[in-house]
């Protein structure tokens, strides 16, 4: 949030999470690590900043020795978040990150809070605006496609808190409700992420399956099961590779990006104008500062059919 409000010069400390550069560029990583969410790849110099806490709590002594004017944290409960004002003598604001599904008031609200104290109220418009222009343009292009054209889509190897495999799905993937598609899933959960069975899957047998790239070694191996070269969208080649887009909480960019792919593949007519990766690098340029879609490219593998299929 702090890179979408052009805020990076501001920040004196950052959590483990953030420390360390990437060099893994295998396809399918396992778990977030150093360089690899867009907002960390096109503001390098982060990893360089000091130390303040581990992946979800910060270390008062060393928050107190940056000096800082306000502590933003986020996956903390109020009494945490008092707790740690407390020993640091320091304001400590706790935001909830939100979503962009039922809740993106509470992100937009946490941007405009920051927005608020940095004086970066403008930027945290400017941010907001853009969002809702790029899902109303998604929405747009998808909202009235006749129902006997919509595709049956299977979104595997979700990744929450590291990578999974085949099975672990998202009933309300972002990506994909926001340009009206039918997630088979749909009906396993309300929301996150879940693991379905086997027999599941091979019931829905969906027409295209999008696959969660941090996850592609462990999809890769559960494919060798000859029982998945039955399903409709293997044998027909339509297999397609996604970004991880919760790579160390909602990286909002990346959920917009696939958006766009996903239209493009689904629906090749309503989307003839847009180049998935131009469009990506044009998402990633508004809120991080940079286009790091080739980044991403080598380290995921980017926006490209993943061939499953017996004889490849």
Known sequence: MLVYLQATDRIVGVDQMEKGKTNTTALGMGFPSGQDRPYNIAHPELADLTLVGSRNAGNPELIIAQKPDVVFATWTTGKDADALQEKTGVPVVSLVSGDLGKNKPQFYQSLRTMGKILGKDARAEEVIAYIDETMNDLSRRTKDIPQENVKKVYIGGVSFNGAHGLLSTEPTYPSLKMISGNNVASGAGAGGQVMIDKEQLLAWDPDVIFIDESSYTLVKEDMKDPVYQSLKAVKNNQVYG????????????T????AYYMGKILYPDQF??????QKADEIYTKLDGKPVYPAMQQLFGGYKPLQFAAGH
């Open 242 to 253: 996604l970004m991880p887009y919760n790579w160390y909480a909602n990286n909002y960019d």
């Open 272 to 277: 003839a104008d847009i180049d998935p990766a």
């Open 255 to 258: 959920v917009l990006a696939n």
